[in-house]
RNA sequence: GGGGGCGUAGCUCAAUCGGUAGAGCACCGGCCUUUUAAGCCGUUGGUUGUGGGUUCGAGUCCCCCCGCCCCUACCA
């Protein structure tokens, strides 16, 4: 919809409509006022703009108190550097011949710029007089401090860049609705500068992460999003279509298994940050739509990725509390201590590790190879009947009977998991990051099993705050142990399951043209987004998260 | 999937036992050349998320639906 006339130089005039609130065509008649001053309210190329935040620093403290001082004789120069601004009006104080007003833009919250009948353009003060909170305007004149020591940017012209026609939220507890904040995040952004920070780091913490691979000899590699079958993970896909060769095809849930074909093809050291897709619950922490860095390093293992990993998140840690320093917000105490809601998490000191047994035992207060106690507590806790919730439907009337008749149908491991996880991974301290290693290779079954210890997978994931950063593995390069374990893992699954994972066939392929040894890993890119800018929701980290239509 | 909460002016929020829908900010008009959420004076602004029901009377009570938040479950 396009309210303006052909004619060029012709202004825009207010639409015509009863459906438009009374607020917008206010704005719309003001736009009109800026035509009439011979200005285009939507501005064109400026060049030689300074940021605000490096407007401010022009300001010269001995020139200004020259001008000031009053002995302005004929051969008079103003010293004080001139500077042209440009941002968003976010507020507007009308002094009858001074207006004042504060803009913002990424670099700066705030900046005041006065605009003066005297000293200003006949247009750009009568432009001030007309603006709107919300509208982006560029100033030009000398940076200057006011009486109560502000500094200010005295304008001597003043243009629009753009005109804002819808009414802003509330200047000072600003937009608070959680919904409208996520629907429309350029409003968000405008009203609440730090959204636009969180994303800004989030930026540069995908930047930096690059860098860091790039400098360990990675090569960042992309592979297919759409797939035929998507495997590499337990995890549903969401469905889509193709309409040239009629097919349903499936949204990547990993990149591991391409990823693995590029290892397998002599790139020793790949990695690939990207989207992935999961058709599961949204909730604080699961986006529909996430990021995840995935890496393998040939000749590796789990520990050259543990290094890797702990050495990455301390920088980014380094990172982000410079971030937050240089944004006025001196979040690091200590060396190297961020706050993650109501915790202090500590990313100089090296992160604990702990295996997965040794975290067992001590959560529960005996080993998870006696098993008549672990059946026990389980049972105690009500965790048997759960498990049986994802039995197949032919063992599920087993489910309703009691535990001892489930012994012996279900793996001893699972059970051992289902208190891992329920007391175990409770009794982690959320404020310390932490190794959890050597899983059972019951549960692993595509990790790479210790060479002394066939039970045990070469398997660590990275708690932070509750929550899991990523796995890593030693991958399993053996193609006939590779393919007994897929196809057991296959027996095991229930009806829906089935429909959509399969045997990737190429991939056993690939991997009989032999893989070196390697070392993979997954990070959650948002999770350890939200932990650098202490936002406890995935919703705060994602531009755009999942929303259902309004 | 289950439980709980919320939805009122552009924004932030009130509204007692079911009894005339309000305030601040924003907006509009007036005054004002060093203001700081500028100030002073005067206005304007509502399909109380949608649809139905109970009642003399519903923002309030009941039911359906939509959306959001929290807890829980599922899921890596």
């Not at 006022?33 to 501005?43: A, H, Q, S």
């Not at 952004?189 to 930096?208: F, Q």
């Not at 995935?294 to 543990?306: N, P, R, S, V």
Request: net charge negative.
């Amino acid at each position: 919809m396009s309210d303006q006339p052909d004619q060029k130089n012709a202004p825009p005039v207010p639409v015509p409509g009863d459906d438009i609130h009374h607020l917008e065509a206010q704005r719309r008649t003001n736009r009109q006022k800026v035509c009439e001053l011979g200005l285009d309210p939507y501005g064109g190329r400026t060049d030689g703009l300074l940021s605000l935040r490096d407007a401010a620093e022009r300001y010269d403290a001995d020139a200004d108190a020259e001008h000031q001082s009053g002995s302005k004789e004929d051969g008079y120069v103003d010293r004080r550097l001139a500077v042209k601004v440009a941002g968003r009006v976010v507020l507007h104080r009308d002094n009858g011949k001074l207006v004042w007003m504060n803009l913002r833009d990424q670099s700066r919250d705030s900046l005041q710029v006065a605009v003066s009948k005297r000293d200003a353009t006949e247009a750009g003060f009568g432009l001030s007089k007309a603006a709107d909170i919300g509208d982006i305007l560029v100033v030009e004149g000398p940076v200057m401090k006011t009486r109560a020591g502000e500094t200010t940017v005295w304008a001597s012209d003043v243009q629009s860049a753009s005109k804002c026609l819808v009414p802003p939220p509330e200047k000072h507890s600003g937009l608070a609705d959680a919904e409208t904040r996520a629907r429309q995040r350029y409003l968000d952004m405008w009203v609440n500068p730090e959204t636009t920070r969180v994303l800004a780091l989030r930026s540069k913490l995908i930047s930096h992460t690059r860098r860091f691979m790039e400098g360990r000899a990675f090569l960042e590699v992309e592979t297919p999003v759409l797939q035929a079958q998507a495997g590499g993970a337990a995890a549903r896909p969401f469905i889509t279509h193709m309409n040239a060769l009629d097919m349903q095809l499936y949204m990547r849930i990993a990149t591991e298994l391409h990823l693995k074909r590029l290892v397998v093809g002599g790139m020793g050291r790949v990695f690939e940050i990207g989207r992935i897709f999961r058709n599961e619950g949204v909730d604080k922490r699961h986006n529909p739509e996430f990021t995840s860095m995935e890496a393998y390093q040939a000749f590796g293992d789990y520990e050259t990725m543990a290094e890797l990993t702990e050495t990455l998140i301390r920088e980014l840690a380094t990172l982000s509390a410079g971030f937050w320093r240089d944004a006025g917000e001196d979040r690091a105490e200590g060396s190297l201590t961020l706050p993650f809601a109501d915790l202090s998490i500590d990313y100089a000191r090296p992160f604990d590790r702990v295996t997965y047994n040794e975290l067992f035992e001590r959560a529960l207060g005996f080993a998870s190879s006696d098993t008549d106690r672990v059946w026990a507590e389980a049972q105690k806790r009500g965790l048997i009947g759960k498990y049986a919730r994802h039995l197949k439907d032919e063992d599920r009337e087993i489910g309703s009977a009691g535990a001892s008749d489930l012994r012996g149908k279900i793996d001893d491991a699972l059970i051992v998991n289902e208190l891992f996880e329920e007391v175990a991974e409770a009794s982690l301290d959320p404020a310390r990051p932490t190794f959890v290693f050597d899983y059972p290779s019951a549960l692993s079954p595509l990790t790479r099993p210790k060479r002394d210890e066939p039970q045990i997978a070469e398997r660590w994931d990275l708690f932070i705050a509750g929550m899991e950063i990523g796995p890593a593995y030693t991958e399993l390069n053996d193609p006939d142990i590779q393919e007994a374990k897929f196809r057991e893992q296959l027996s095991g699954l229930d009806d829906e399951e089935s429909t959509f994972r399969n045997l990737d066939e190429d991939f056993l392929r690939a991997l009989k043209v032999g893989m070196p040894p390697a070392g993979g890993l997954g990070l959650g890119i948002d999770r350890l987004v939200m932990l650098m800018c202490d936002r406890p929701s995935i919703r705060d980290v994602i531009a755009f998260p999942f929303m259902r239509p309004e």
